[in-house]
């Protein structure tokens, strides 16, 4: 029964990095790769990914000061706004 679901879970991935494949030639012909907010975007999702694994470590050992959810609040905002930018900028 296990090696059924193993082999599912390969055959998602082949399928999602095949699907991959096709959103990154969509992509490069737009141009995006050089676009500032492209790239903006990416690190604040990289900063969002560490202050989330950082406030799941220190919640275990004491509360989590608000200043560091507001942070979060903040960058999760600015990403939807980016994403409206990129959107309109970049409609693929």
Do not use: H
Not at 3 to 16: E, P, S, T, Y
Not at 23 to 40: D, N
Not at 60 to 76: G, M
């Amino acid at each position: 029964m296990d090696w059924i679901i193993a082999l599912a879970v390969c055959g998602f991935c082949w399928w999602r990095v095949a699907r991959a494949r096709e959103r990154t030639a969509e992509l490069a012909a737009t141009g995006i790769w050089r676009s500032p907010l492209y790239w903006v975007s990416n690190a604040l999702v990289a900063i969002l990914l560490a202050l989330v694994l950082y406030i799941a470590r220190i919640d275990t050992q004491s509360p989590v000061p608000a200043f560091l959810w507001l942070a979060v609040l903040v960058i999760i905002v600015a990403l939807l706004f980016l994403r409206r930018a990129l959107k309109w900028r970049y409609p693929v």
